[in-house]
């Protein structure tokens, strides 16, 4: 997962794989199905959460002085989250 282009790359060679396979002029090293496999493993499980993260992090570092207002919107952010979680008829 530290190198994040090996989705991209991967995703490059799961084409080329479906394009040779329809032209039929060579054997498949990777079969599709393990190949759909090994694109979850590498795929990030909750990408709003990886976003999210990465978006916060990057406004602490640009904004150092605002670290206090950042914990606290996200700490009310969990709190509603929760709460929506409790009562889902409201």
Do not use: W
């Not at 990030?44 to 919107?73: G, I, Q, R």
């Amino acid at each position: 997962m530290k190198t994040p282009a090996i989705q991209n790359d991967f995703s490059y060679y799961r084409r080329i794989v479906s394009r040779q396979k329809i032209d039929n002029t060579s054997e498949m090293l990777v079969t599709t199905e393990l190949a759909n496999r090994m694109s979850l493993f590498y795929a990030h499980a909750t990408p709003m959460l990886k976003v999210l993260s990465e978006a916060t992090s990057k406004f602490v570092t640009d904004n150092s002085n605002d670290v206090d207002n950042t914990t606290e919107t996200l700490g009310t952010m969990a709190k509603v989250c929760l709460r929506m979680l409790e009562n889902p008829k409201l």
